[in-house]
């Protein structure tokens, strides 16, 4: 465990194994700790970098609201990949995970070796979808400023979780969750890395998501975990490892 400082904000993250670097990035209100299957399944062939987002786990929770963005979400996994010394990663996430990995991609493609995009979608085009989704996201933000962490859900990937309060929540889901215009999906079509886009069978709010960046990806390969929910990883770790591995065996050597 080791915790980066970038730039006044302290940054929790964990370096396993060695070889070519997996930044793996967590859903909207779960840690790292989702991560220790995959950990144990690819450390001895790659350096396995996991990390909690600001406002999550044991990252910082800034009080300043301004402190929670995609841009510095962004930031946080180049300052990652730069402690780690790593010029280019595999970079990958579930849910918000997968999301702000398209965001670092089209911000840094030249950091970017692959995607793996697990549970995930790429945002919205149109303003009334999008205005909806951070509705949704504001409304998250109220129910911990009034409840506290008695108001996470109860979801696999958020039950493994320990957030010390749940301000750092509150802030996230406004600044990070919700979205502010729609450069992500628009990036799709200029991603020029190999690409996996996986999706557990049961994950009904995210499958035609996946069918969307499936086509829109120049030769993404598809995958579709079965019996799984949102948290893909953890209901069928086995075949969720199985669609990684063969994935990542694929890919150009560096």
Do not use: C
Request: hydrophobic share 45%.
């Amino acid at each position: 465990m080791a915790k980066l400082d970038h730039n006044g904000v302290s940054i929790h993250y964990e370096v396993h194994g060695s070889g070519p670097t997996v930044l793996l990035s967590h859903g909207y209100s779960s840690t790292a700790r989702m991560w220790d299957g995959q950990i144990a399944a690819l450390k001895d062939r790659y350096q396995v970098v996991v990390w909690d987002f600001r406002g999550h786990g044991e990252s910082d929770y800034p009080a300043d609201a301004s402190l929670y963005s995609e841009a510095l979400t962004v930031g946080d996994m180049v300052a990652l990949l730069d402690v780690v010394g790593a010029k280019k990663a595999i970079v990958a996430g579930l849910s918000l995970g997968g999301y702000m990995s398209l965001a670092f991609n089209a911000s840094h493609p030249d950091r970017v070796r692959a995607l793996m995009l697990f549970d995930t979608g790429p945002g919205f085009k149109k303003d009334e979808a999008r205005l909806k989704w951070n509705e949704t996201a504001h409304k998250r933000a109220d129910d911990f400023d009034a409840r506290g962490l008695a108001a996470l859900n109860t979801s696999d990937e958020v039950r493994l979780t320990r957030h010390r309060d749940a301000t750092g929540l509150a802030g996230a889901a406004r600044g990070m969750l919700a979205q502010q215009n729609d450069r992500v999906i628009q990036s799709l079509d200029r991603i020029a890395v190999p690409t996996l886009v996986l999706v557990g069978a049961n994950d009904t709010n995210f499958l035609a998501a996946t069918d969307y960046m499936a086509a829109k990806i120049k030769g993404a390969t598809k995958a579709v975990v079965p019996d799984a929910g949102h948290a893909a990883n953890l209901h069928q770790p086995a075949h969720f490892n199985r669609a990684v591995e063969a994935f990542l065996a694929k890919l150009p050597a560096v």
